[in-house]
């Protein structure tokens, strides 16, 4: 990465702004791009740290020719901009067209135009499969998604495949699920559950479970989907390929929940099913990482304990800033 010049669209939200750290630790050329919408997650208080060492464009995915004259002088693209709440996109379904399909295409054109030796590293979701039709959910799991965000994240991610075997684009996706750690937007439910609860545990408050909260669900810390991502960009051997960066091992919603009062704080409340979630919920997520671990040689280092207990970390003395 060292010298490399990167576009991290989506840069000022929870995944990209991590993502822009370490590309600055190893020697990158960092230009963030994001339009800063409340509805998406991005906090300028993200990259405090690194304001004077990256380059901020203050713009929208869905602007052709803004994202265009950034494009044609990169070297690598990671794609994480994205209309990112599943409720939302279930009652503003157009505008989660726009950003997440259209929003790409624009990424996708403005290289094949004008800059079609980049290398883009596309972030997909494991909701996209929705509900298990197997035992354990791999890369050619049929897909199901039980929402109008994780139907476009599915389109969007055939569009980065489209263009990369039409186009001879270099193009990888790597898919997340239910990423936590420092930088994430704790005060809402609609960026993810997990990082809601960590930021109602530093508060001291009640973290809500709907039903038994049996569900199981793959969890990541943010650093290892970071290293997910840039061995994504450096492989000479994945174009084409999409991959699950997920972790070893699943908890159902009622353990991570209590995790989280462990090591964090707050308690556990059970209620029942509110019926606009229960309509989107879509059951067990029980996802492999043998391909990635196999073809990148990638494997999660940090677990449930040591990631919350990183996060608390980070987020006790600037909670103000992130609420």
Request: glycine fraction near 8%.
């Amino acid at each position: 990465m060292k010298g490399k010049r990167i576009l991290i669209t989506g840069g000022l939200g929870f995944v990209g702004s991590n993502l822009a750290h370490r590309c600055l630790e190893l020697g990158a050329q960092v230009a963030i791009y994001d339009c800063l919408d409340p509805k998406s997650g991005g906090n300028m208080q993200n990259i405090q740290e690194i304001k004077n060492s990256v380059e901020v464009i203050l713009n929208d995915i869905r602007n052709f020719e803004g994202l265009s004259a950034c494009i044609q002088r990169r070297d690598i693209v990671f794609s994480c901009a994205a209309y990112t709440s599943h409720p939302n996109s279930m009652k503003e379904p157009l505008i989660d067209i726009d950003v997440n399909c259209k929003g790409m295409i624009n990424i996708l054109e403005a290289a094949r135009r004008f800059n079609p030796d980049l290398k883009i590293v596309h972030v997909g979701t494991s909701t996209q499969i929705g509900q298990m039709r197997r035992e354990q959910v791999d890369e050619l799991h049929p897909e199901f998604p039980v929402d109008i965000y994780s139907a476009n994240k599915s389109a969007s991610e055939k569009y980065v495949l489209i263009y990369g075997r039409a186009y001879r684009m270099r193009a990888t996706v790597v898919r997340l699920a239910n990423v936590f750690g420092p930088r994430s937007n704790i005060r809402s439910p609609e960026f993810g559950f997990v990082n809601y609860f960590i930021g109602l545990a530093l508060r001291g408050k009640t973290l809500t479970v709907y039903g038994t909260g049996s569900q199981l669900r793959n969890l990541s810390y943010v650093e290892d989907v970071v290293d997910a991502l840039i061995l994504a960009a450096e492989s000479q051997r994945v174009e084409g390929e999409v991959f699950f960066a997920a972790a070893d091992r699943q908890y159902s919603v009622a353990e991570i929940a209590t995790a989280i009062v462990q090591h964090v704080g707050g308690k556990v409340e059970s209620v029942e099913w509110p019926k606009e979630r229960e309509a989107i919920d879509f059951g067990d997520a029980v996802v492999s990482n043998a391909k990635i671990k196999q073809v990148l040689g990638w494997k999660p280092l940090f677990d449930l304990a040591s990631g919350l207990a990183r996060t608390r970390e980070y987020f006790v003395s600037r909670l103000d800033r992130y609420l």
